[in-house]
Every structure is written in structure tokens, then in C-alpha cells.
């Protein structure tokens, strides 16, 4: 998770050192921080530290309106917590059904509006064929969900598609099948369709749990999915 962490401030001055907890840059634990004179980009730990809230700093050397320098440590305490969401989608078309266990992981989070990247595996069937290999890890780049906190109530939209070499070996066919799964498990294809994807909706509160789920028909083939977010 990224934070973006601005100064306010006119007149003389010169910024001087980030530091995440009075490290200078930060480190693996805590969290590392990127910045110059006009802001600072704070990464958070894969874990949640110990020491939670981290306290981001930059020192400045400013100019006084009665002369000379004075240097002041500008603080803020950033609050490090795991944001995921966890469920599962499903596509089915008249040859090929995909079926995938999913983590939406937090990725950055700017202005309210979150950015999670896949986690997990999608399984691919096209029977009567037996498919090789039938199971993909899902990486990073295979798909997004990006929610949107600013508005009364929560919006989502996102896309998943997966593309593997596998083989098919079917019944009367002497050889094996090179082909490829092309499995759009979530929303579809849209770096392919350039759009940002099928699946968009709100965000739904049940029982104090929040919820995204939906269904879609494109194309002929058949989306739905379903995700809560982790406690």
C-alpha cells in the first residue's frame, strides 16, 4: 500500500531528510519513504509492524520573518492495516467453464480510491477434453479491482483475464491439442477490449460485512462473482 504525503508551506525553506520512524528512507519493517521539497510517496510493510501507527517525518530548515533559521520536523502518523478482499468468480461458455479462488490484495490506495491486484488460482475445464495444465497461479498483472470510498456509497469495477499454454487431449483425437485457456474469470478481457472492464457495481453491506457480487452475459459467456472483505 502507498500513501501520498504532501507539504503546505511558502517562503524560505529546504527540505531535508524522510524518515519513516527516524530511519532516513524508512526500512523493511516499518515501511519506506520516497520524497523531495514538494511531497513524499510512503510504502507500507508487507506485514503490519508492531509500532502501528509509523511515523512518516521530514525536517525542514526554515527561513524566520525576524532572520536567521530555524529547523522543524514536520510528523504524520500513518495507520498500517491489511486491506483484502477474498471470494470467487466463475465463467462458463458453450466449451469452457473457469472457476477461480481470488485475494484481492491492496496495492496503493490515493484519495480514497483503493487499487487491488490477484492473488490465487483460476481452473479451467473444456470437456470432454482433459486439459493440461488445468490450474494457473494467478499474477499480478492478470487482473484488477479498483473501489472507489469517496461517494455515500462504496463503487466498484474491475477485470480478470488469464492466458496459459495448455494441451487438450480429447476422445477420437490421436494427438494432443496445443492451444491456449484465454480464461476471463472476473469481468472480462479489458486490456484486450480496452474498457475498464464488465464487472462494476456497489458495494454492499450485509451484517457489517461488505460484499461485492454481481453477474454479467457478454459475448456469450456467462460471469459471476463474489467477494467479501477480510476482517
Known sequence: MQTRLARCATG????????????PGGT?????????????????PSQVPALNPVAVSVNVDAGLRAGGRA???????VLVYNDSWSGSAHSTTGTQTNSSTIKWVLQSRINNVATYRPTGTVTVSRPPCTVTPKDYTLQQNDGILV???TTPVATFYGYGFADWAIKMSCPQIPNDIP???GAAYFGGNAPYQGSPGWASGTVQ??????IISGNATVGGANFTWAF???Q
Open 12 to 23: 524560505n525553506f529546504t527540505v531535508n531528510t524522510w524518515a519513516v520512524n527516524s530511519t
Open 28 to 44: 523493511g519493517t516499518y515501511g519506506t519513504v520516497v520524497g523531495n521539497a514538494t511531497g513524499a510517496i510512503y510504502t507500507a
Open 71 to 77: 529547523t522543524l520536523q514536520l510528523v504524520s502518523n
Open 147 to 149: 473501489i472507489d470510498f
Open 179 to 181: 492451444s491456449a485457456a
Open 205 to 210: 453491506v450485509q451484517n457489517g460485512i461488505a
Open 228 to 230: 467479501t472483505r477480510d
